[in-house]
């Protein structure tokens, strides 16, 4: 199979395409300057689309997918900048939650989103564990309070457990979801974040609220052996990032202040 394929009587030899290729793995054909691809281009190739995507005139077929085989883009859809600036803004960490499971469709919806976070090299290298089950949640939540016990941290969230099960940990959040990829990822702490940031922001447009698990991920992150086995991740494989999910018990009413912007201008 070739890796592009021009369809010449739709092609205006624009060279766009060839611009946006990411690695200049398009050059131009000697008989009439059509996009082609240069001989080393199937070995270095990273999969982005963007020579497709990108084609006003829908010339170009990539990998034997053509036009129609990408998403649709309503530019009707997207947010005015002072929608998407209230949207970022209006986005909180969610520590109480309602006592209603979330819909495994709603996060099967927002793992199907994460999917276009950008990552290194296009390697799309997250992997996800989620933790759908409450009562696996809960299971999860002591394992960290033991490990809180055995090393003497947040010694308040540990008595709020062993008096009445109160949970300091995860919030009362309904589910988990875990990031995690291969040790053999390029980048993977950074791309699992970046696929984290894409499901938390995707969570805040559907209703969902979220919050970064960051005392449970101290436990992991330490090498807790009882809270890493009872994942049960594939081998060579380590968690990057946590977000506890569920509806929020409360609706804000405003958005709140934050430091001034601390930027270097050059």
Same mark, same amino acid.
């Given at each position: 199979?070739?890796?592009?394929?021009?369809?010449?009587?739709?092609?205006?030899?624009?060279?766009?395409?060839?611009?946006?290729?990411?690695?200049?793995?398009?050059?131009?054909? $000697?008989? =009439?300057?059509? #996009?082609?691809?240069?001989? @080393?281009?199937?070995?270095?190739?990273? +999969?982005?689309?963007?020579?497709? &995507?990108?084609?006003?005139?829908?010339?170009?077929?990539?990998?034997?997918?053509?036009?129609?085989?990408?998403?649709?883009?309503?530019?009707?859809?997207?947010?005015?900048?002072?929608?998407?600036?209230?949207?970022?803004?209006?986005?909180?960490?969610?520590?109480?939650?309602?006592?209603?499971?979330?819909?495994?469709?709603?996060?099967?919806?927002?793992?199907?989103?994460?999917?276009?976070?950008?990552?290194?090299?296009?390697?799309?290298?997250?992997?996800?564990?989620?933790?759908?089950?409450?009562?696996?949640?809960?299971?999860?939540?002591?394992?960290?309070?033991?490990?809180?016990? $055995?090393? =003497?941290?947040? #010694?308040?969230?540990?008595? @709020?457990?062993?008096?009445?099960?109160? +949970?300091?940990?995860?919030?009362? &959040?309904?589910?988990?979801?875990?990031?995690?990829?291969?040790?053999?990822?390029?980048?993977?702490?950074?791309?699992?974040?970046?696929?984290?940031?894409?499901?938390?922001?995707?969570?805040?447009?559907?209703?969902?609220?979220?919050?970064?698990?960051?005392?449970?991920?101290?436990?992991?992150?330490?090498?807790?052996?009882?809270?890493?086995?009872?994942?049960?991740?594939?081998?060579?494989?380590?968690?990057?990032?946590?977000?506890?999910?569920?509806?929020?018990?409360?609706?804000?009413?405003?958005?709140?202040?934050?430091?001034?912007?601390?930027?270097?201008?050059?």
């Amino acid at each position: 199979m070739e890796l592009i394929n021009v369809d010449r009587s739709k092609c205006k030899r624009d060279g766009i395409c060839i611009s946006e290729c990411p690695f200049s793995l398009i050059g131009e054909s $000697e008989d =009439g300057g059509y #996009p082609v691809a240069r001989k @080393a281009a199937p070995r270095i190739c990273i +999969d982005c689309g963007h020579c497709l &995507a990108v084609c006003p005139h829908g010339a170009l077929t990539f990998k034997g997918q053509g036009p129609e085989s990408c998403l649709p883009l309503d530019r009707k859809l997207n947010p005015t900048p002072e929608a998407a600036a209230q949207f970022l803004r209006s986005r909180r960490s969610i520590r109480t939650y309602k006592d209603k499971p979330v819909p495994r469709e709603v996060l099967e919806q927002l793992l199907d989103i994460s999917r276009w976070a950008p990552s290194a090299k296009n390697a799309q290298p997250t992997k996800w564990l989620v933790i759908e089950s409450t009562a696996e949640v809960r299971r999860l939540i002591g394992l960290v309070v033991e490990w809180l016990r $055995e090393n =003497g941290s947040f #010694p308040g969230v540990v008595a @709020a457990w062993d008096l009445a099960e109160r +949970d300091l940990v995860l919030r009362g &959040a309904p589910h988990l979801v875990i990031a995690y990829a291969s040790e053999k990822a390029l980048k993977p702490e950074i791309d699992c974040t970046i696929a984290l940031t894409y499901l938390d922001l995707a969570a805040h447009g559907m209703g969902v609220g979220t919050c970064w698990a960051g005392i449970f991920l101290g436990a992991i992150f330490n090498n807790y052996l009882p809270l890493i086995e009872a994942l049960g991740l594939p081998e060579n494989h380590r968690v990057h990032g946590a977000l506890m999910l569920g509806y929020p018990k409360y609706r804000y009413q405003r958005i709140p202040q934050r430091k001034a912007t601390d930027a270097i201008w050059r």
